[in-house]
Nanobody, 127 residues
Framework: QVQLVESGGGLVQAGGSLRLSCAAS????????MGWFRQAPGKEREFVAA????????RYADSVKGRFTISRDNAKNTVYLQMNSLKPEDTAGYYC????????????????????WGQGTQVTVSS
């Protein structure tokens, strides 16, 4: 199993930056693909970014491409989401998730395919 705890959210002005962290415990972190998702009030949870087990492959939603960067440090059992040039429409609860059962090459974007979830951290971008 994997337990996930997000941190780093907060209130920031448009154009600003935040870095989210997701600390993982459990034996399967380094063998799990990891993802970040977000959910705004009244909206469905949506894919933001995913990263392979060794960090060599990443995937991003079109809405964040070029602004957000996902990375991981397996020695620290932590995955990060660096968010730059933030926009008010980025306001949401941000969740990290582990795709532990995915033994394939593809980085998946469907939330229902991820096995473990953190409790989320709120990001609010003011205009």
């Amino acid at each position: 199993q994997v337990q996930l705890v997000e941190s780093g959210g907060g209130l920031v002005q448009a154009g600003g930056s935040l870095r989210l962290s997701c600390a993982a415990s459990g034996r399967t972190f380094s063998s799990s693909k990891m993802g970040w998702f977000r959910q705004a009030p009244g909206k469905e949870r949506e894919f933001v970014a995913a990263i392979s087990r060794n960090g060599g492959s990443t995937r991003y939603a079109d809405s964040v491409k070029g602004r957000f960067t996902i990375s991981r440090d397996n020695a620290k059992n932590t995955v990060y989401l660096q968010m730059n040039s933030l926009k008010p429409e980025d306001t949401a609860g941000y969740y990290c998730a582990a795709d532990a059962a995915n033994s394939g090459y593809y980085l998946r974007s469907a939330p229902n395919l991820y096995d473990y979830w953190g409790q989320g951290t709120q990001v609010t971008v003011s205009s």
